[in-house]
């Protein structure tokens, strides 16, 4: 089974480009485009990582972690944001870790290939 | 058939003879300078700085160094499994700060310059980091097109980085062991450069940011979320562009990769756009009097704006006026009143409503920018009135 991931993000160009990125790494990907979709997505299926921006309308990335934690799903989340000083803000919404923006996607993948659940992805 | 540019050399090293027929103009005009500043054709290696010398150097262009690595690194990958290509990083000087490629092009003994390296016209001829500084743009370098015959091996593709003033303050290169230049590159090269004046730009925005904090003259708070959508631009802007350069390592096809720099393009012209009103918003500077488009420089602020109105549930609305309407005004005093006029709104708009703004044409020469603000829930919409002097004939210089 591949490996799958969520990708959550209001920015619709972002999220292209992380999918087709990590689609040409072998994971199966989709995503959502704020946090109420986002949680309706993982109320509904299983996933391997979730990428979830920090700062996005409705409900903030933080918000969408803390409230996934509260329903019991401990699927591994890797919070992305441009904001300084929210390593505390992650760790207590029950994100996995954090990654501050710039960052390049050799960071990110890395990232989330050490936070998935054990999975495959399909060779690319 | 011999190569016109290694006819070329041989005849300027054999009788000093210079020959414009036989080399790219361009190339000519460097070989011109080369040939007027005394540097030798003969040189088989680089002139490099005392090593302490080269250490403070690089201490002193830290910021630059620092900007540039991320795109360095991209554009080292986007030549793919030609492992004799490197990105090269030189101060407005010509002195290389920084190399980044594979091993045995960077710091091989065949290798490109080394940082420390005086690749200026007058010391190393024609190059692919001193001729594009002498010419303020992009130029290329092909092979025996190098004045100096220790650089015939190389072929350089070079650009000129600005400062947010459009000072010159370095140059990017890509080398290669290749005879011949390649189209992509650059491409991703101008994109990269861009990327690094962008870079520049945040760290000049990030500072002035921490000066208005401490001035306390605006809220901390909004100042921050205002950066972290700048930061998203930049941020993305960044991404593109190494996922372009990786695209074109991997030889996925072009149009991806042409695709990933439009998006590239597109993020960073944001980002400037931004960041120039950011500037005007921070700055405690009064600057001349200009000619502004009203509705550019409100779209503008509402871009600013509009992942701070999104999180707080406000969509905000441009009216735009039925015919141009241009003030003369203080570019920076205008932001502030029209970015506080918006704040005002948000306010009064109180979550989940809905804030307009349009401009129009008053009485005696006078303009008028109205904000009104529908609270989602019931009461009366507010309004606030910005008045400026419309500028009757200045022709139009800046949004």
């Known amino acids: 089974m591949m490996c799958k991931l969520l990708i959550v993000d209001d920015e619709a160009d972002f999220r292209f480009l992380l999918s087709a990125e990590f689609a040409d790494l072998g994971w199966d990907i989709d995503e959502a485009v704020d946090g109420l979709q986002a949680l309706e997505k ?9 990428i979830l921006d920090y700062r996005m309308p409705r409900l903030s990335g933080a918000e969408v972690c803390q409230k996934l934690r509260e329903a019991g799903n401990d699927v591994p989340v890797v919070l992305v944001t441009a904001a300084t000083g929210v390593e505390q803000i992650a760790v207590s919404a029950g994100a996995t870790t954090f990654l501050g923006k710039p960052f390049s996607f050799d960071e990110l993948c890395r990232i989330v290939s050490n936070v998935a659940r054990p999975c495959q992805p399909a060779p690319s | 058939m011999t190569n016109p540019a290694v006819e070329a050399h041989r005849r300027y090293v054999s009788v000093g003879k210079l020959c414009p027929e036989l080399l790219r103009e361009p190339v000519f005009r460097a070989w011109e300078r080369s040939h007027v500043s005394g540097a030798s054709a003969r040189r088989l290696k680089a002139v490099v700085l005392e090593a302490n010398e080269t250490e403070r150097l690089l201490s002193a262009e830290e910021p630059l160094i620092r900007a540039a690595k991320p795109y360095m690194r991209a554009l080292s990958q986007a030549a793919g499994e030609d492992h004799h290509y490197a990105a090269m990083l030189g101060d407005s000087r010509a002195v290389v700060l920084d190399v980044v490629g594979h091993e045995q092009n960077a710091r091989g003994p065949e290798g490109v310059p080394v940082p420390g390296s005086l690749l200026a016209e007058s010391v190393s001829g024609a190059n692919g980091i001193g001729s594009p500084l002498a010419e303020g743009g992009y130029v290329e370098i092909i092979g025996p097109e190098h004045f100096v015959e220790g650089f015939h091996l190389f072929t350089c593709q070079g650009i000129p980085l600005r400062d947010p003033d459009g000072a010159v303050v370095g140059v990017i290169c890509v080398s290669g062991r290749r005879p011949q230049m390649v189209q992509r590159l650059r491409e991703i090269l101008v994109c990269a450069a861009r990327g690094m004046e962008v870079e520049l730009l945040r760290s000049r925005i990030e500072e002035d940011v921490k000066r208005v904090v401490a001035t306390g003259e605006l809220d901390e708070a909004l100042l921050e979320k205002l950066r972290q959508d700048l930061v998203q631009s930049q941020a993305a802007a960044r991404l593109e562009v190494e996922l372009a350069a ?9 149009e991806y990769a042409t695709k990933l720099l439009s998006l590239a393009q597109r993020s960073m012209d944001s980002f400037q756009r931004q960041g120039a009103l950011w ?3 921070v ?17 503008v602020l509402a871009e600013l704006l509009k992942t701070e109105a999104a999180t707080s549930g406000i969509t905000i609305e441009i009216e735009q006026a039925d015919e141009g309407i241009s003030v003369l005004a203080d570019p920076q005093k205008l932001s502030r009143d029209l970015f506080r006029a918006f704040l005002f709104a948000f306010d009064a708009a109180q979550g989940g409503g809905l804030v307009r703004a349009r401009a129009r044409r008053g009485a005696d020469e006078q303009a008028e920018v109205r904000f009104t603000a529908e609270p989602s829930s019931s009461g009366p919409p507010a309004v606030f009135l910005v008045k400026l002097p419309v500028s009757s004939s200045a022709p139009r210089v800046g949004s």
């Open chain 2, 279 to 281: 500037r005007d918003l």
């Open chain 2, 283 to 299: 700055s405690r500077a009064r600057g001349a009097s200009c000619v502004i488009d009203l509705d550019a420089r409100l779209a």
């Open chain 1, 42 to 50: 993982l109320a509904r299926e299983r996933f391997d990582a979730v």
């Open chain 2, 246 to 254: 990786k695209s074109l390592g991997r030889s996925r096809p072009v």
